[in-house]
């Protein structure tokens, strides 16, 4: 393609596009979650210009670049050797090698490994670029006929029932719409968990096989998710998407803080992830009071 600024048939101008494989530089390129079709042409450009391409399965992938009639040297990156492996991959691009990284299906570095690879390149100030495409949190979020002005992306809940359940409490009074994945084996735990927690009229959608030919978007509530799963067998890795907190549910988890005292509800917060700072400022307008007597309570216990 012309690298030039050009001027279309149809009289729109279009910029010059970041296509040229440059040595030193890490690539991630989204990959089909099911259909092969969804390879883009910049994807397939940079598979094969590359020098190496880094995979979270080389099994998985050889594929696709045997579909795709491209021959690559490989190296794996996955959970168990991204340690290891990530610095041999950083220390070839510092050396001016290209590469790709690629994960089994989808976008790189989204709930998994690839993001530990950019934290490194970040630190060795690595350049890293990324060649978009399919994402399967984005696809079954579309489909899901929920609200999708304002979302949050949970991944995985973990196996352990404790840890996930105290992940559910704190997503309780969230109003956005949330993505998580889910294994089949762990499904039928993990919606019984959500209707215990999140309520049995909250909707979910429930995705799978996504952009294949049996593909299936089960639309209900979390009572009815747990009573379809009853007589079930849950088959392939499913993508949920669970409606937000309604306005009610919000208020009565703002009343329930309420109750605490004002170190039990500051703690709250710093349990979800936020920092003291943030924690007492969420926790003043809560209680609607200035945020300087919340950190003089706070400080003083």
């Known amino acids: 393609m012309n690298e030039n600024i050009t001027e ?3 009289g729109v101008t279009v910029s010059p596009e970041k296509n040229k494989v440059i040595g030193g530089v890490l690539y991630l390129v989204a990959t089909p979650v099911g259909n092969l079709a969804d390879i883009s042409t910049r994807a397939v450009k940079v598979l094969s210009e590359v020098d ?13 670049l ?3 009639g491209i ?3 490989m190296v794996s990156y996955f959970e168990h050797n991204k340690r290891s492996h990530g610095e041999l991959i950083c220390n070839r691009l510092l050396a001016g090698e290209s590469c790709a990284l690629i994960t089994d299906a989808g976008t790189p570095a989204i709930s998994d490994p690839g993001e530990d690879i950019v934290a490194l390149c970040a630190e060795k100030n ?3 670029t990324s060649i978009p495409g399919p994402c399967a949190a984005i696809l079954a979020l579309t489909l899901s006929g929920l609200p999708t002005g304002k ?3 949970e991944g995985f809940l973990s196996a352990d029932k404790k840890e996930r359940r105290e992940r559910l409490e704190e997503l309780k009074g969230d109003d956005r719409t949330t993505v998580f994945h889910e294994a089949p084996h762990k499904l039928k735990a993990t919606l019984l968990d959500m209707c215990d927690i999140l309520g049995s009229e909250r909707r979910i959608s429930l995705c799978r096989e996504l952009t294949k ?6 639309r209900t509530t979390l009572g009815g998710a747990v009573a379809y799963y009853e007589g ?4 392939g890795e499913y993508v949920l998407v669970v409606e937000g907190a309604a306005e009610s549910a919000k208020a009565t988890e703002k009343q329930d803080l309420c109750s605490l005292s004002v170190e039990e509800h500051v703690e709250h917060y710093i349990g979800t992830g936020m920092n003291k700072k943030d924690a007492i400022k969420a926790t003043a307008r809560d209680r609607g009071v200035p945020k300087n007597d919340v950190y003089m309570q706070f400080v003083d216990k």
Do not use: G, W
Not at 213 to 218: M, S, T, Y
């Open 213 to 218: 030919l049996n593909e299936d978007i089960h």
């Open 8 to 10: 279309l048939d149809i």
């Open 151 to 153: 979302f949050c992306f």
């Open 52 to 64: 190496f391409i880094a995979a979270e399965d080389t099994r998985n992938s050889m594929r696709l």
């Open 71 to 73: 021959q690559k040297n």
């Open 66 to 68: 045997s579909y795709l």
């Open 232 to 235: 079930t067998s849950p088959r």
């Open 126 to 128: 690595i350049p890293v």
